[in-house]
């Protein structure tokens, strides 16, 4: 189902004040780069980012600031998502800093909804260039060590990570091997290669790269990339206010519990480190890359190399 989304050029006052929701995290989340003041590195490109909402809580998910930078750098993007209400705070922003962004409602588990989002990006534009899959869950959608894990959670966690993505990679590559050109970026984790409790979101997340790798290898002919980012500890919503929720504790002893745990500064990574990776990856800047698994963890993997 469409949702509205314009060019608004005339909005570039405004781009700069919309770093968070939250004044709290805002010096720590703001990005200050918009439209005019960057390389344009995604000049005229259609991007579809899935999972364009964010969780609740304080500051900036990896999918909202991925949106919000490929829109800076002149992408037009189809920001989808199964919580459409989110999805239109993430256009409002974008547009707000003179991005061209539209929301799509999308569940990514309903393969039907990811065939009508690759035909709304195509019926608005005519091509896609960039898909990027940014969904994942594990606490949320029921994951647990495998003494205490049911079918019902492995069924949902792995159609939310891993089906969804095949399938949404499904309608999009007949497009990008037609135009011979394309971009895919999935979000996977460090979880995938160092030690995870709760093993779908660990099962599913290892599944993502060898995927990723398969259709790297089988689009590469076509001209067509696909790339895989492992985020480490990140301050996003869903990873630590959600982790405050399930286990009662306060939100700032989660974070610093997770703070303490990384090598690079003793801090962790931001919404804005995934979305600079993914547009690196997503430019031409990146044209000879492609089947490549890139940690942004602040050094977490380093440990076991
Ligand atoms: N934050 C971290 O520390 C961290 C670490 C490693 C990997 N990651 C990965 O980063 C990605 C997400 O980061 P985020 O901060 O943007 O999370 P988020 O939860 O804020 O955003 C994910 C979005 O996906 C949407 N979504 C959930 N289920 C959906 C469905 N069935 N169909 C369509 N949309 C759906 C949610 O509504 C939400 O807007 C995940 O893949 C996660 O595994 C995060």
Same mark, same amino acid.
């Given at each position: 189902?469409?949702?509205?989304?314009?060019?608004?050029?005339?909005?570039?006052?405004?781009?700069?004040?919309?770093?968070?929701?939250?004044?709290?995290?805002?010096?720590?989340?703001?990005?200050?780069?918009?439209?005019?003041?960057?390389?344009?590195?995604?000049?005229?490109?259609?991007?579809?980012?899935?999972?364009?909402?964010?969780?609740?809580?304080?500051?900036?998910?990896?999918?909202?600031?991925?949106?919000?930078?490929?829109?800076?750098?002149?992408?037009?993007?189809?920001?989808?998502?199964?919580?459409?209400?989110?999805?239109?705070?993430?256009?409002?922003?974008?547009?707000?800093?003179?991005?061209?962004?539209?929301?799509?409602?999308?569940?990514?588990?309903?393969?039907?909804?990811?065939?009508?989002?690759?035909?709304?990006?195509?019926?608005?534009?005519?091509?896609?260039?960039?898909?990027?899959?940014?969904?994942?869950?594990?606490?949320?959608?029921?994951?647990?060590?495998?003494?205490?894990?049911?079918?019902?959670?492995?069924?949902?966690?792995?159609?939310?990570?891993?089906?969804?993505?095949?399938?949404?990679?499904?309608?999009?590559?007949?497009?990008?091997?037609?135009?011979?050109?394309?971009?895919?970026?999935?979000?996977?984790?460090?979880?995938?290669?160092?030690?995870?409790?709760?093993?779908?979101?660990?099962?599913?997340?290892?599944?993502?790269?060898?995927?990723?790798?398969?259709?790297?290898?089988?689009?590469?002919?076509?001209?067509?990339? *696909?790339? #895989?980012? $492992?985020?480490?500890? &990140?301050? !996003?919503?869903?990873? /630590?206010?959600?982790? +405050?929720?399930?286990?009662?504790?306060?939100?700032?002893?989660?974070?610093?519990?997770?703070? *303490?745990? #990384?090598? $690079?500064?003793?801090? &962790?990574? !931001?919404?804005?480190? /995934?979305?600079?990776? +993914?547009?690196?990856?997503?430019?031409?800047?990146?044209?000879?890359?492609?089947?490549?698994?890139?940690? #942004?963890?602040?050094?977490?993997?380093?440990?076991?190399?």
């Amino acid at each position: 189902m469409y949702h509205s989304g314009a060019i608004n050029r005339n909005r570039i006052a405004q781009r700069n004040t919309l770093t968070s929701f939250s004044p709290s995290s805002a010096r720590k989340l703001e990005h200050p780069q918009a439209i005019g003041e960057t390389g344009m590195r995604l000049k005229d490109k259609i991007a579809i980012v899935v999972g364009a909402g964010q969780s609740p809580g304080e500051g900036m998910g990896n999918g909202r600031a991925t949106v919000l930078r490929f829109a800076e750098e002149g992408a037009k993007v189809l920001a989808v998502d199964n919580n459409i209400r989110s999805a239109e705070e993430t256009v409002a922003m974008a547009q707000a800093r003179g991005g061209e962004c539209a929301a799509f409602e999308a569940d990514v588990c309903n393969e039907k909804t990811l065939a009508a989002m690759a035909d709304a990006a195509r019926r608005r534009w005519g091509r896609i260039d960039i898909l990027h899959y940014n969904v994942g869950v594990s606490i949320a959608g029921g994951d647990a060590p495998l003494d205490e894990i049911t079918e019902a959670a492995f069924d949902r966690i792995a159609a939310i990570n891993l089906r969804g993505a095949i399938m949404a990679c499904k309608h999009v590559l007949p497009t990008m091997r037609a135009q011979r050109s394309g971009v895919i970026t999935m979000i996977s984790s460090v979880a995938a290669w160092e030690q995870y409790p709760n093993v779908v979101y660990k099962a599913t997340k290892a599944g993502m790269i060898a995927f990723t790798q398969q259709i790297a290898i089988q689009n590469a002919e076509f001209g067509v990339r *696909a790339n #895989v980012i $492992l985020p480490g500890l &990140m301050d !996003t919503p869903m990873a /630590v206010d959600t982790r +405050a929720r399930a286990s009662g504790k306060p939100r700032a002893e989660v974070a610093a519990a997770r703070n *303490a745990r #990384v090598p $690079l500064r003793h801090r &962790m990574g !931001t919404a804005w480190d /995934v979305a600079n990776a +993914a547009l690196f990856l997503a430019s031409d800047e990146a044209d000879f890359i492609t089947g490549v698994a890139l940690p #942004v963890d602040g050094g977490a993997l380093v440990h076991i190399n």
